[in-house]
């Protein structure tokens, strides 16, 4: 294995790098601006609930949340606000005008519920946000709306991602992987690239929140998704979260020309390999944009505290939402000051720090392993991540 920093241009061009340093400033930063939510999703981080709760953010406390990102100047954090169910705040649109009139890149993250209306998408479209994101976590309506614990949802989240687009929005769609539904992806794939979505999303089950009734694949079933993943990313644009080794599988793959000779699919490998891919597939509106035959769009750069926060209801301040270990409360220090001097934020962007067979490895500056699986198994952020396959041969690291 070559290390990444001193691979050929293929093979760096396999992952995209930030221009930014990760110490100083986020990448992006999820802001939960509430936990109500009318769903009751399987796999909910966050254990959402149905009233809002009197002690989240106020509008004040959001919006200097906004001007302190907005104070970092260029290039300025991604803010995406997600819940629950962000839609159930009224001052949604005030919040989202406040930001991008800061030149704060404004995304949502609803759920799809019946306050997702037409109506309501334009009016955050004329605010300023520039992209949506769905979920869609089954390929049939049984699977989706068992997930989200209502009968219907599927066929309300394919009507939402046409009003989405229809809007002037960036479509992106998110997937929760488990063992009882990665059988599907295949299928999912298609419906994705008909939907028209600019990017794929695909999440890899933490044992958090609601989720821990849930099966999370093993390390093999992951590299099994995540070495598929990496052979459609020609159809879609795709990323993955609590999965950053998907960026050691494409460097991989981009030094030995195509799949790494020592992978050997497992089960579920054998039967991503050879589900029927249809022949002619719709491109998606960036492939079009770009006048080219398919995506391309390396998976990106970034890890829990490196480039990466979130910001809950309450307002402290986490590595990831997948990872409940706070980092500090803005309602007690600025985001930025928490972000550059937590010692939790700090020691997770040193990858000499990690443990087990994360901190051997050569790609562990590219990857650093899921934290949030590693802390969820092991009970420690800097340990080893429990769903990688690979073993390293540490001589480089």
Known sequence: MTQPSTASPSTRSAVRTLHLDPADRPFIVIWEVTRACALACAHCRADAITRRNSLELSTDEGKALLDDLASLG????????????PFERDDLAELVRHGHGLGLPMALSPSVTPRLTSEALAELRAAGASAVSLSLDGATPATHDAFRGFDGVHADTIEAAANVRAAGFRLQINTTVTKDNAHELPALLDTVVELGAGLWSVFFLVPTGRGEQLTALDAEGVEDVLMWLASVADRVPVKTTEAPHFRRVMLQRADAGGEPPDYRPGPLGRLLRDAPVRS?????????????????????????????????????????????????????????????????????????????????????????????????????????????????????A
């Not at 300025?76 to 997600?82: D, E, F, H, K, N």
């Not at 392993?369 to 390293?392: F, I, K």
């Open 74 to 85: 260029a290039p300025r954090p991604i803010v995406v606000l997600t819940g629950g169910d």
């Open 280 to 396: 002619v597939a719709a491109p998606s509106p960036a492939t079009i944009e770009r006048g080219g035959s398919g995506p391309r769009r390396p998976p990106l750069d970034v890890n829990a505290g490196r480039g990466f926060a979130f910001v809950d209801h309450l307002g402290a301040v986490y590595p990831s939402g997948f990872l409940p270990v706070s980092a500090g409360s803005i309602r007690r220090a600025p985001f930025t000051e928490i972000y550059r001097k937590s010692e939790l934020l700090a020691s997770l962007r040193d990858p000499t720090q990690l443990g087990g067979k994360c901190g051997r490895c050569e790609y562990r500056e590219v990857c650093g392993g899921s934290r949030s699986h590693a802390y969820a198994v092991t009970g420690d952020p800097l340990g080893e991540d429990p769903t990688c396959a690979y073993e390293p041969d540490g001589r480089d």
